[in-house]
Every structure is written in structure tokens, then in C-alpha cells.
Antibody, heavy 121, light 110 residues
């Protein structure tokens, strides 16, 4: 069964950094675009970032551009999100999400259980 | 990056049909047949219900259907059941913005 499992969330002070990881299994990780989607407490879903299959192309939401970096290690079937200069408004559950297609945009067919990031002093 | 617009809530009785609208612009919904819909129960991760406007993933009930006209996409749930009570989000590919989600709709089964 396809699985994506996030880790690395926690409490961090404003201005601090955190690195999220997402371990993928039971599918050809290197064949899929991968995304991060977040959800603030009691709020809706917001797309954060995506990376293409081989890691050569990335995109970010305006709200995180210049502060967050998405990357992947296809040899270890792992997706990352490096989050710097964190703000209170970055507080959210962060979901690791698999893109449906290998070389083009589309829906998100597998979601992790999410990892909570809390930015507070 | 503005979210797609959805009604905050929609309700219906068991067995009825309901439709959730998702309104975007000519830069997202209107330009791409890449609208997807997600169901989210409280405390759970979202689940893909519809992709590419009207396609259903394996395992999703055929009571769920999707369509699009112009800048507005729609999700219809027919034969409403208690288990359908959840939050629903639309999402569209948006070119340079990659993807944009809707504001979310809470479906209540009366």
C-alpha cells in the first residue's frame, strides 16, 4: 500500500528553523511530483510547494517564497521541506502529498497523516 | 494567491442530492481541466474524490461526480449518506501559481 509519512514537526520560536521529512514507500518515488500542503488550525487547505520528479524544478506559494526550500532524495525515497525565518502564521499541520502524474500537474492522490508545526514564543 | 470560492456550508437530507460550487477565474479553473475535489473528515487527512474535473479514483463511490462550466467547477453528491458529512475542498491547477485550493465547504447531513 502506498504510504507517505511525515516527521519533524514541533514547537519553534518565531524566526527559527525546522526541517520536515516525508518517507515514501510502496511506489516508485522517483516517478512522481511531490507537494507540501498545509492547514492552519480550523482553517482550509493551502498549497505550499512542489518539486518535480528528479528535483530539477521547484515552485512555492508567495507566502513562503524565499523562506522555505523543498528538496528530495530519490535514492532514499524521502521528501524534505526546510523552513527558515518561521512566523506565527506558518503554524499549521503540514501534509506531504503525492502528485498523481509523473511529468505534469494534476490531483493529489496520497496524503500523509500530517505533522504539526507550531511557531510561538 | 486568492483561494477559489466555495459556499461555507451545504446541507441535505439522507437520499437527497447536493451540489457544491467552486468558482475561480480564467487563470485557474477556466483555463485547465485539472480540477480535483477532496473530502476531509475531522482530524483526518484529506482524501481525493474527483480528479481532472470528472474522473473518480478507484474505490470512490459513483455517488460522487464532478463537472465544470467556464470558471466554475461543481461536485455533486447523490443519494446523500451520513458518512458523507465532512469538509470538501476543490483545487485547481493555476499555471505559475501551481495549485490553488477552494475555501472549503462543510456538508451537513440533516
Amino acid at each position: 500500500e502506498v504510504q507517505v509519512v511525515e516527521s519533524g514537526g514541533g514547537l519553534v520560536q518565531p524566526g527559527g528553523s525546522l526541517r520536515l521529512s516525508c518517507a515514501a514507500s510502496e511506489f516508485i518515488f522517483s516517478s512522481h511530483w511531490m507537494h507540501w500542503v498545509r492547514q492552519a488550525p480550523g482553517k482550509g487547505l493551502v498549497w505550499v510547494s512542489r518539486i518535480n520528479s528528479d528535483g530539477s524544478s521547484t515552485m512555492y506559494a508567495d507566502s513562503v517564497k524565499g523562506r522555505f526550500t523543498i528538496s528530495r532524495d530519490n535514492a532514499k525515497n524521502t521528501l524534505f521541506l526546510q523552513m527558515n525565518s518561521l512566523r506565527a502564521e506558518d503554524t499549521a499541520v503540514y501534509y506531504c502529498v503525492r502528485g498523481m502524474y509523473s511529468s505534469s500537474p494534476g490531483g493529489f492522490d496520497y496524503w500523509g497523516q500530517g505533522t504539526l508545526v507550531t511557531v510561538s514564543s | 494567491q486568492s483561494a477559489l470560492t466555495q459556499p461555507a456550508s451545504v446541507s441535505g437530507s439522507p437520499g437527497q442530492s447536493i451540489t457544491i460550487a467552486c468558482t475561480g477565474t480564467s487563470s485557474d479553473v477556466g483555463s485547465y481541466n485539472l480540477v480535483s475535489w477532496y473530502q476531509q473528515h475531522p482530524g483526518k487527512a484529506p482524501q481525493l474524490m474527483i480528479y481532472d474535473v470528472s474522473k473518480r479514483p478507484s474505490g470512490v463511490s459513483d455517488r460522487f461526480s464532478g463537472s465544470k462550466s467556464g470558471n466554475t467547477a461543481s461536485l455533486t453528491i447523490s443519494g446523500l449518506q451520513a458518512e458523507d458529512e465532512a469538509d470538501y475542498y476543490c483545487c485547481s491547477y493555476a499555471g505559475s501559481r501551481n495549485s490553488v485550493f477552494g475555501t472549503g465547504t462543510k456538508v451537513t447531513v440533516l
